[in-house]
């Protein structure tokens, strides 16, 4: 399934360098998809970032959902896929943050249908995430 983009690319880029729509640039933010288990949160710069979830999709590539919320008043919801031992971010939305300074409802009703697309499997387990984390 090829990459959902729903904000203007370029404006993307600029605002969130690590999160833009192909290969994960940051080193940091590398290690931290690969380190990090879901509902962990951390953060890069004064950003948060928050690991949602670990899945495969259907072609049964590792991905991860995350929250990145920026100084900015503004956050994005990715998807992000291990392609060997690099990140590529296959989705991205970016909305204003609700109270708490994550994605409100309608971000998570377009990754839901982003993951309803690719063939996302359920979420997995702690167990399962930390075995495919370190496997793959």
Do not use: H
Not at 1 to 19: D, M, R, S, T, W
């Amino acid at each position: 399934v090829g990459a959902i983009l729903v904000f203007q690319q370029a404006n993307l880029a600029i605002v969130y360098p690590e999160i833009a729509v192909g290969k994960v640039p940051s080193a940091q933010l590398v290690a931290v998809l690969n380190t990090l288990n879901s509902g962990q949160e951390t953060t890069m710069g004064g950003d948060k970032v928050r690991l949602v979830s670990t899945f495969r999709i259907a072609d049964q590539s590792l991905c991860r959902e995350l929250e990145y919320a920026s100084r900015a008043d503004s956050s994005i919801v990715a998807v992000a896929c291990r392609q060997g031992k690099s990140w590529q971010v296959r989705f991205a939305i970016v909305s204003e943050p609700v109270a708490d300074g994550y994605a409100p409802a309608s971000s998570l009703e377009a990754v839901e249908a982003y993951l309803s697309a690719a063939g996302a499997s359920p979420a997995l387990t702690v167990a399962e995430e930390t075995e495919a984390l370190g496997s793959d």
